[in-house]
């Protein structure tokens, strides 16, 4: 469906790019053609990162540039200071991926009010953060540009044990949908998907106790997680002109798991709540 220049003379911004989805979505677009950023709070995660995704972009045949920025995207500041950077050294950048997220499982009656904040600050606020920054210098270039925004199936649904995120997630849905039509005017395209199962190391460590992963899987209609590649091609349709038309929308891969229900509702079921409890209070990392 692609061909190696699908994503010729664009220049995106892939939040969270050091790791993970980011990672595998950033490398895709170099291979498509893309110059690219990256931004997340590690510097040596980016570095080593950009290397892979160059890699990526010269085996496909293109002189691909990549670009690492360090930077919290909870600082609005910061993200201000990154994008006049991007700015002077890429040149215009007209696609960015708000990919970067936190979460964790917690009963929601034990949450502190700063670990509610600290997942909505990076979600939520960190989204509008960089969404904000990049809309403005387009719209003051009268540039067009493309914004795809990941969400989760359970922005809808809601989850259990991840309030934080679940609340995060709805309110990127509503800036996606909001901003498709007031900066669609100006030929911003604004779009999300909804992944269902991707392992990342991030993401598991967080989010799948190890004793609960068979559930986990058996409420997968096509019995398997997602492969990297299969979010990494749909994220590069949607930032690509190919779907120029699309925009206002949420698109689902998750093998059909939404079907079974709100994403983490059945850890409910799994154990008793003290057991839970324990559970999850055993994989929050230690201070410090
Ligand atoms: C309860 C927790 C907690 C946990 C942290 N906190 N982990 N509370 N259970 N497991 C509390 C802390 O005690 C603290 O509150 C507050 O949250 C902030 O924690 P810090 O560690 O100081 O903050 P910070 O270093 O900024 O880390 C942010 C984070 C962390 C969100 C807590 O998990 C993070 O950096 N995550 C980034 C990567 C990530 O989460 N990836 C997964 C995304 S996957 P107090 O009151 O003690 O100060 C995703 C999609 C899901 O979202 C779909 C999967 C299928």
């Known amino acids: 469906m692609f061909t190696l220049d699908t994503l010729s003379g664009k220049t995106i911004l892939v939040t969270g ?3 993970g989805l980011g990672l595998a979505m950033a490398t895709r677009f170099a291979e498509m053609g893309a110059h690219i950023a990256i931004c997340g709070r590690t510097e040596d995660k980016l570095i ?17 540039t990549v670009l690492t920025h360090a930077v919290d995207v909870r600082d609005y500041a910061a993200v201000g200071v990154m994008f006049e950077r991007l700015t002077n050294e890429l040149g215009q950048v007209n696609g960015l991926v708000n990919n970067a997220a936190g979460n964790f499982l917690s009963p929601t009656e034990d949450l502190s009010p700063n ?15 960089c969404t904000q920054h990049f809309g403005k210098r387009l719209i003051d270039t009268e540039k067009p540009g493309n914004i795809v925004n990941i969400v989760t199936t359970y922005t809808e649904t809601g989850g259990a044990f991840i309030v934080p995120s679940a609340c995060a997630k709805a309110g990127v ?3 996606t949908t909001s901003l498709a039509y007031e900066w669609g005017t100006y030929g911003i395209r604004v779009n999300s998907i909804a992944p269902g199962p991707f392992p990342t190391e991030g993401a598991w460590s967080r989010l799948i106790p190890a004793n609960v992963e068979a559930g986990f899987i058996q409420r997968i209609p096509l019995g398997r997680y997602g492969e990297h ?7 590069t349709y949607l930032i ?9 929308s949420c698109v689902t891969i998750d093998g059909g798991e939404r079907l079974a229900g709100g994403e983490f ?13 324990q559970m999850f209070a055993a994989m929050k990392p230690k201070k410090g």
């Open 17 to 19: 790019g050091g790791s």
């Open 48 to 64: 080593s990162a950009a290397a892979d995704i160059k890699n990526a972009g010269t085996k496909a045949g293109h002189t691909t």
């Open 115 to 129: 670990a509610f904040k600290s997942v909505i600050d990076i979600v939520l606020h960190g989204t509008f953060n």
């Open 173 to 175: 849905y509503a800036m």
């Open 229 to 235: 590649i299969e979010l990494a091609n749909l994220a």
């Open 240 to 248: 690509s002109d190919m779907s120029g038309y699309i925009n206002g």
């Open 265 to 277: 509702n059945f850890l409910t079921q799994m154990a008793p709540r003290p057991q839970l409890k």
